[in-house]
Nanobody
Framework: QVRLVESGGRLVQTGGSLRLSCTAI????????VAWFRQAPGKEREFEAA????????YYADSVKGRFIISRDNAYNSVYLEMMSLKPEDTANYYCAATTTAVSSSGRRNPDEYDVWGQGTQVTVSS
């Protein structure tokens, strides 16, 4: 089994930057992809970025391309989401998720395809 632990969420001002961390614990060799999703109050969970466990392939939502960077650190079994030029509309609970089965290219953006989830970390961007 795999468990995910997120950290890094906090209050930040508009235009600021933040790095979220997601550490995988357990049977990490079973992971295919790790993704970041976010969910604001009253809204659906939204895909932000994904990375293959090898670190070779990355995918981004159009809304965050050029502002967010997803990366992988093999030594620490961790995935990071570097967020820049933050806006108040980026305020949400951010979740790290992993899939332990192969998924299609469209499936990598679908939260239903991810079977392991972290507890979430709150990001608040003040105006």
């Amino acid at each position: 089994q795999v468990r995910l632990v997120e950290s890094g969420g906090r209050l930040v001002q508009t235009g600021g930057s933040l790095r979220l961390s997601c550490t995988a614990i357990g049977r990490v060799s079973s992971i295919f992809y790790v993704a970041w999703f976010r969910q604001a109050p009253g809204k659906e969970r939204e895909f932000e970025a994904a990375i293959s466990w090898s670190g070779i392939c990355t995918y981004y939502a159009d809304s965050v391309k050029g502002r967010f960077i997803i990366s992988r650190d093999n030594a620490y079994n961790s995935v990071y989401l570097e967020m820049m030029s933050l806006k108040p509309e980026d305020t949400a609970n951010y979740y790290c998720a992993a899939t332990t089965t192969a998924v299609s290219s469209s499936g990598r953006r679908n939260p239903d395809e991810y079977d392991v989830w972290g507890q979430g970390t709150q990001v608040t961007v003040s105006s």
